[in-house]
């Protein structure tokens, strides 16, 4: 069965440092996701991506945030200078149609120190 | 209101009683909903979905209900088994909001 898949599963990162996490969704999928999940609370939608532009994006989705989809397979969350209230597990997510049902990744959880 | 933190709404059932989990949404121009079930360390897993236009949907051992009047989602889950054990969270979606999650309900099973 085809799944969203992310890398790294872990990452730690010194405070104003720039990360990058890797997905890489369901391969007939057209629209992908950028959600996190802060410890022990729920998750938030950050950005939606389609026919290589954002959809929609939330306000936790500043200037700091960046998605590309560099090469066909791969979809990319780039966080620019990192602040330790980044620290969260963040989620990859596609869907076949806008709306339907998102297929989740593992997620990389992100630790900002 | 919301649960924030480590403390959400848990629900203990024994294994093979029926589970019901229930959501409040908060948008009425919601016309889509999914619940979606989280395992510890991993990321979240559609169950079963509805549109605004259903009161009603059922899936293998679990069903959806909707009322739209009071902006209301339940989840039950029949005889339910350990591997139940998880959280459980309602997503809503309105064009121009993508999805919005609730909070979640840990479901305990008990032998």
């Known amino acids: 069965e085809p799944e969203v898949t992310q890398t790294p599963s872990h990452q730690v990162t010194q405070m104003g440092q720039e990360v990058i996490l890797r997905c890489v969704p369901i391969?007939?999928?057209?629209?992908f996701y950028w959600y996190r999940q802060i410890l022990g609370q729920k998750v938030e939608f950050l950005v939606s991506?389609?026919?290589?532009?954002?959809?929609?994006k939330s306000e936790i989705f500043d200037d700091q945030f960046s998605v590309e989809r560099p090469d066909g397979s791969n979809f990319t969350l780039k966080i620019r200078s990192t602040k330790l209230e980044d620290s969260a597990m963040y989620f990859c997510?596609?869907?076949?149609?806008?709306?339907?049902?998102?297929?989740f990744g593992p997620g990389t959880r992100l630790l900002v120190l | 209101g919301e649960s924030v933190g480590l403390h959400l709404p848990t629900l203990s059932v024994q294994e093979g009683d029926n589970s019901i989990i229930n959501c409040a949404y908060s948008n009425s121009a919601s016309d889509y909903f999914i619940w979606y079930k989280q395992e510890s360390g991993k990321g979240p897993q559609f169950i079963i979905d509805?549109?605004?236009?259903?009161d009603k949907r059922q899936g293998q051992r679990v069903t959806v209900l909707l009322n739209k009047t009071v902006k209301h989602l339940s989840l039950q889950i029949a005889a339910t088994q350990p591997g139940d054990s998880a959280v459980y969270f309602c997503?809503?979606?309105?064009?121009?909001?993508?999805?919005?999650f609730g909070p979640g309900t840990r479901l305990s099973v008990l032998p």
């Open positions: 991506f389609y026919n290589n532009e954002i959809s929609e």
């Open positions: 997510a596609s869907s076949d149609w806008g709306g339907e049902t998102q297929y």
């Open positions: 509805i549109r605004s236009n259903m």
């Open positions: 391969s007939n999928h057209l629209y």
């Open positions: 997503a809503e979606y309105n064009y121009g909001q993508n999805f919005v």
